[in-house]
């Protein structure tokens, strides 16, 4: 070790409460050579080790048989066992004392300075126990010798934080961090170039005849296991386990004498053992260390709430006692192979996670008509991101996905708070602000095929990338070498230390803040005085700064925009206009996210996870130091808390997903058995609330099968003689640049085919079919709505339609399914657009109305269905009665479909 390796190692570990490890992205992000690195062990802990018991083997070349001694060892918390034989007594006996000669010959600075210089007397190791003779003979007697050498060698600090004990004892610096888990297996070992399953051009078996193999030190957790090179310490790979993971020992599975396949979706990773008695340990441990504790990775799960046909516990939201805030679980779902038939999510559904709904946070509901005003607070949510990561004083790592959807982008220089009177709440500089406090951030952002869509992505990773070292992005796919033309990174979520999640349809980009007026117009005259300062640029791809000392403007730039009258252009120049706000509206913009804390959480951050290092693999594989590979934190260890978003509630969780292997490895669909089952097994009503209503219709050009589960559960219920609801809430056109009074662009065109003949023209669609059974009467089951809204500009009375861009499901005021999947093959196949959601479901009931009778209602859905309700029908929080009940023949035709129709007649009245 050099003396300035040394300097760094004692650093570390100075940093370290006692009792406590490194944090934990000092010691996972800042590598360093293997023999390096230090000590390992938690400060002021002991470590303790016992010889439990030996074995005897015979190798096919050597006539006598050899011991093999099973060692465990306990430090703090942490246990792990380990098999030696007596020449790696030896090996370290010989290591020791090359340490001890150098350490007597050379005292070197570092040790006095930091006042471990042990002194000559206290360098004398320990005697050796003889390999023959008597004692071979008696191996009891042996083993405690043996024990006795290594505990004594354990207490001197001198040769317990030398690399060739840490080497021997099969520790490293991810070892003992209470956050990746228990400690498992670890060892130097060599492995096989290649592997990696990727989709794309690619020499496909170069690997099987072109490898090399590499010395690495290999380390196991309860979910994944990852290598790194000993003489930089940097990470090489990391395995995640999942359904597809494996292990096979022997030469016929591996193609090598000794080897270990390791298997996952991604890759086939194969190691070399020195021996085939080796080779089956390891095998054994690897396997036996998943299928214990990350056993919840190597299957698909059920989704929380499909086939449910027991109600939850109606006490459970009227319990006396217990902890505020919590709730008691519970059990409802499938069970046996009709549940494991409806599998699909490689995440485990949580129980009694916190979940909060950003549209929950404005209780004070609308002033105006129902159905064309109202709002889900899209600014609420914006500010209580902003807030999560800058009140975290220890925030040490911060995962930031967040990509464009399909014609969206992220924008660096959006503000979170408005009015903006200061640079302070710029996205781009909060993440500056982070960076510079030592967070992680890594950004992950969709690459466009520039000809078809202008959302400018290089930019956007060239203005977060130059701000601090610390801010890391990565733009996927490459185009020609993936063949991946057609389909886009379309989930949108930021993880906050792996404790706190945002998810949902929410995009940090431009237009997308709102407030529950839904304004159209945004003037100086109007809001005191504009911003101040040109937009001439003062070097490459910077801009002029902007005065905002008396700015009251809440959309500046580039944050005003229509996306039917102009799309956005010059995404560089972010302060300057590019539609006239004196002639034009804005588009209102209605949104709906999910923050989700605890173990949920890391179930997103470790979808996260996986999506990063796949794209390294393939982008990065050699920028090692420029884009490390990440880990996820352990589901088993209990994730800490800090603070919770305002109104969370506990409820089950389950993170659900749309991908394949062209975005991350591997194929999952969970999302879209998430909406059938909760459709098909939904009992009172359904209110669908989405960008896109894209379903089959004929079964030819359109897979998903959405709109036949809603036309299924509409015939059951008129069968059955059951009152059964459907709200569907869409926008009024597509978010395309054209105009519809002169026949729309070819985009808007063909969305608004698709989605007519899915719900109400031709004979395959939604109305026709159910006119077929029952006449006009499908008009008490299902409604189709939009929003719009109205304002004054310059003294001329105007309107425009509010975009819908949320994507929510809720089933009878009990189950959630929150995300960014759309009601389209793109979203829901997995094989296409990739996708992220959460299944809520609610743990904690509260009283209410359904059909007139009383009904015990999940906490969360119930929330967030009134305050939808609230925004849309201009009801306030205090004369909400009327919609309560969702229902109800008064409620659905007296009050929804009435005040539907009645603002479609006035403003075709008025703005005819």
């Not at 090996?91 to 000669?101: I, S």
């Not at 008597?134 to 354990?154: A, I, M, W």
Request: some cysteine; hydrophobic content about 35%; charged content about 20%.
């Amino acid at each position: 070790m050099e003396p300035r390796e040394a300097d760094e190692s004692n650093a570390l570990q100075d940093r370290a409460a006692p009792g406590q490890p490194c944090p934990f992205p000092m010691v996972v992000y800042e590598p360093m050579p293997l023999h390096a690195q230090g000590p390992h062990f938690l400060k002021g802990v002991p470590i303790v080790a016992r010889v439990e018991s030996t074995e005897r083997y015979t190798s096919g070349s050597k006539v006598r048989p050899s011991t093999v001694y099973i060692l465990q060892l306990s430090h703090g918390q942490f246990t792990w066992s380990m098999k030696k034989l007596f020449r790696n007594f030896q090996e370290l006996h010989r290591d020791l004392m090359k340490h001890r000669l150098l350490l007597s010959l050379l005292p070197l600075p570092r040790f006095v300075l930091h006042g471990s210089w042990p002194g000559r007397s206290s360098l004398e190791l320990p005697p050796l126990p003889h390999g023959g003779g008597e004692v071979s003979r008696r191996p009891s007697s042996k083993q405690k010798q043996l024990e006795s050498y290594l505990n004594t060698l354990l207490e001197m600090s001198v040769y317990r934080d030398y690399h060739a004990m840490a080497e021997f004892l099969d520790v490293s610096r991810f070892s003992f961090l209470p956050d990746l888990g228990p400690k498992g297996l670890e060892g130097m070992i060599l492995k096989r170039s290649g592997g990696h399953r990727v989709q794309g051009l690619n020499c496909a078996g170069h690997h099987q005849v072109c490898y090399r193999w590499s010395k690495r030190w290999l380390v196991v957790k309860d979910d994944f296991l990852l290598y790194l090179k000993p003489e930089s310490g940097v990470i090489s790979c990391v395995l995640l386990f999942d359904p597809a993971f494996s292990v096979q020992v022997g030469k016929k599975p591996t193609e090598t004498k000794y080897g270990v396949r390791v298997d996952n979706s991604c890759r086939s990773l194969v190691l070399k053992c020195s021996s085939y008695r080796q080779a089956r340990w390891w095998g054994q441990q690897i396997a036996e260390l998943a299928e214990s504790k990350g056993n919840e990775c190597l299957r698909q799960h059920p989704l929380a709430y499909p086939g449910s046909q027991r109600s939850p516990n109606p006490a459970a939201g009227r319990r006396g006692g217990g902890t505020p805030g919590t709730a008691l679980p519970t059990q409802a779902g499938l069970q046996g192979p009709e549940r494991a038939a409806r599998a699909g999510s490689g995440l485990h559904p949580r129980g009694e996670s916190p979940a909060a709904s950003p549209a929950g946070g404005d209780r004070s509901g609308g002033s105006r008509s129902p159905l064309n005003t109202g709002s889900h607070r899209r600014g609420t949510s914006q500010a209580r991101l902003s807030r999560a990561s800058p009140s975290k004083r220890k925030a040490n790592f911060l995962n930031a996905r967040i990509p464009p959807s399909g014609s969206s982008r992220l924008s660096p220089e959006i503000y979170m708070k408005r009015p903006a009177q200061s640079d302070e709440w710029r996205l781009d500089l909060i993440l500056k602000h982070k960076a510079e406090q030592g967070v992680r951030v890594c950004v992950l952002l969709f690459k466009e095929v520039e000809l078809a869509l202008g959302i400018n992505s290089g930019y956007s990773k060239r203005a977060l990338m130059l701000l601090h070292p610390n801010i890391k992005v990565m733009r996927h796919p490459d185009h020609v070498s993936s063949i991946i033309f057609l389909w886009a990174h379309h989930e949108k979520l930021v993880v906050v230390d792996q404790s706190v999640a945002f998810l949902g349809g929410l995009d940090l980009a431009y237009g997308r803040w709102d407030t529950p007026e839904y304004r159209l117009t945004d003037l100086d005259g109007e809001n005191c005085h504009g911003p101040k300062g040109g937009g001439a640029p003062t070097g490459p791809g910077e801009e002029a700064p902007v005065d905002l000392a008396t700015n009251q403007l809440l959309w500046l730039g580039k944050d005003y925009s229509n996306l039917i009258a102009k799309d956005w252009v010059r995404l560089d120049k972010p302060f300057e206009d590019f539609i006239d706000r004196f002639q034009t509206p804005r588009m209102p913009w209605r949104d709906v996210g999910v923050a989700v804390h605890g173990v949920a959480a890391r179930d997103v951050a470790r979808h996260f996870v996986q999506r990063w290092n796949f794209t390294k693999t393939i982008k990065a594989k050699y920028k090692g130091s420029e884009y490390p590979y990440l880990l996820p934190k352990s589901p088993h260890v209990p994730p800490r808390l800090p603070f919770l978003m305002p109104g969370a509630q506990v409820a089950n969780v389950q993170v659900l997903r749309s991908v394949d292997r062209w975005s991350a490895g591997l194929h999952e669909c969970s999302i879209y058995n998430a909406y059938l089952s909760v459709i098909r097994t939904s009992q009172h009503y359904l209110y669908i609330e989405n960008q896109f209503f894209i379903s089959c219709t004929d079964g030819r050009s359109v897979l998903n099968t959405v709109g036949d589960a809603v036309l299924q559960r509409i015939l059951l219920a008129h069968s059955e003689k059951k009152p059964f609801r459907v709200y569907v809430l869409l926008p009024l056109l597509p978010g395309f640049e054209g105009d519809i009074a002169q026949g729309g662009s070819n985009s808007i065109q063909a969305i608004l085919h698709f989605t007519y003949r899915t719900l109400c023209r031709g004979e395959s669609s939604i109305v026709s079919r159910l006119r077929a059974v029952m006449g006009e009467g499908w008009r008490n089951y299902i409604s189709f709505c939009g929003l719009r809204t109205h304002g004054e500009l310059r003294g001329t009375l105007l309107t425009e339609l509010v975009y819908i861009h949320s994507k929510i499901l809720i089933a009878d005021d009990r189950h959630v399914v929150i995300g960014s999947a759309n009601i389209n093959d793109r979203s829901l196949l997995g094989k296409r657009d990739s996708e992220l959601a959460v299944l809520v479901e609610d743990t904690e009931l509260v009283p209410s109305i359904m059909g007139g009778q009383e009904y015990p209602a999940g906490k969360f859905a119930l929330s967030l269905r009134l305050e939808c309700f609230r925004c849309l029908l201009g009801v306030t929080l205090e004369n909400d009665a009327s919609i309560q009940d969702p229902i109800s023949d008064h409620f659905f035709h007296d009050v929804w479909c009435a005040r539907a129709l009645s603002n479609t007649n006035i403003y075709e009245e008025v703005h005819a």
